[in-house]
């Protein structure tokens, strides 16, 4: 069963950026598509980009769309997530799964607040 844990979130002000990391603890193929996830206070987690398995395709919620970068690195099992611009309502847990999700391997995930 494979497990992630998620790394990089911290308080920034508006405006600013982070790097999120995700660490599989297995191997989960070139073939699995990824993806980013978050869940606001107050609200059901949702969808935030997928990168897909092979061709490397990149797919982003429009809320984030031109902000956001999703990559991969397979040798390393690692998938990231590059936040520019962010903005008070990026504030949320940011978690990583396959797409479609993994019930069984959500991990803690991380903290991103945003606030100035």
């Known amino acids: 069963q494979v497990h992630f844990v998620e790394s990089g979130g911290c308080a920034v002000p508006p405006g600013g950026s982070l790097r999120l990391s995700c660490a599989a603890s297995v191997n989960f193929g070139n073939g699995v598509h990824m993806a980013w996830f978050r869940r606001a206070p107050g609200k059901e987690r949702e969808w935030v980009a997928t990168?897909?398995?092979?061709?490397?395709?990149?797919f982003y919620a429009a809320s984030v769309k031109g902000r956001f970068t999703i990559s991969r690195d397979n040798s390393k099992n690692t998938v990231t997530l590059q936040m520019n611009s962010l903005k008070p309502e990026d504030t949320a847990v940011y978690y990583c799964?396959?797409?479609?999700?993994?019930?069984?391997?959500w991990g803690q995930g991380t903290q991103v607040t945003i606030s100035s």
């Open positions: 990168i897909s398995g092979g061709v490397d395709s990149t």
């Open positions: 799964n396959a797409h479609p999700p993994n019930m069984n391997s």
